[in-house]
């Protein structure tokens, strides 16, 4: 049971991740009655004795059947543009901070504030503590207030990785020399766990990405605390 779980989305913890996954299942509803129809007219032809010795042409039928894929596909295709959208859609932030990807590790700048503030986020490699994910929890997590428009400008020092949050449907690659950028929406407090999902070395699967979401009165005493 516990594997058939594995095989779903995470739960949405921003909008666009919602979006995301109502497309997810939009788009395997059709695939499924697709499936099912194309199931049944194979094997239907596989078990019945019809045949048209005199039959050359069928224009109904081709029509029919160049027609509905057309139909199927506009119905796919108009929720994917608008979810496009959405994802690159500007917005007004109310924080920007920086990420930057090294060998193998990720450093963080908070840009907008007095003095500015930047630490390195490297994986924590002690396991003797109950408290812990094993290959995901880190030593300085990503503090990041909820319900509040956020800009994140992504780049990397040597190579390509790339800064991957399942639950909030955030996927951009740190390019070295490149300033990419996202923006994103936390709608509730809690820990998000996301890794590398670019192939960058020997060590890519152990530079994990941590953020705790958490009410904009805690971000503020932990900006004044650092």
């Keep these: 049971m516990s594997t058939w779980s594995n095989l779903n989305l995470q739960n949405s913890s921003s909008p666009l991740m919602e979006q995301l996954i109502f497309f997810h299942d939009h788009t395997l509803l059709i695939l499924t009655m697709i499936t099912i129809m194309v199931s049944y007219i194979m094997i239907s032809l596989f078990f019945n ?12 039928i ?3 059947w160049t027609i509905l894929p057309a139909i199927t596909l506009i119905f796919i295709a108009l929720p994917s543009l608008r979810l496009l959208y959405l994802l690159d859609d500007s917005y007004n932030p109310s924080i920007t901070f920086k990420t930057i ?7 963080y700048e908070y840009m907008d504030f007095k003095n500015m503030i930047e630490f390195d986020s490297y994986m924590i490699s002690d396991l003797n503590s109950i408290n812990l994910f094993r290959l995901l929890d880190v030593d300085n997590r990503t503090i990041l207030p909820m319900n509040i428009q956020i800009r994140t400008l992504i780049t990397a020092a040597d190579v390509i990785h790339s800064w991957t949050i399942p639950t909030l449907g955030i996927k951009s690659d740190a390019t070295p020399g490149r300033l990419n950028q996202i923006l994103f929406f936390i709608s509730r407090p809690g820990v998000f766990f996301g890794q590398c999902s670019e192939i ?3 060590n890519h699967s152990f530079m994990p990405i941590v953020i705790e979401s958490v009410n904009l009165n805690s971000f503020i005493n932990w900006i004044k605390k650092n």
């Design 200 to 202: 960058c070395g020997t």
């Design 49 to 60: 004795k019809f045949n048209n010795r005199f039959l050359l042409e069928g224009q109904m």
């Design 101 to 107: 990807g090294h060998q193998w590790y990720w450093s």
């Design 62 to 64: 081709e029509l029919i």
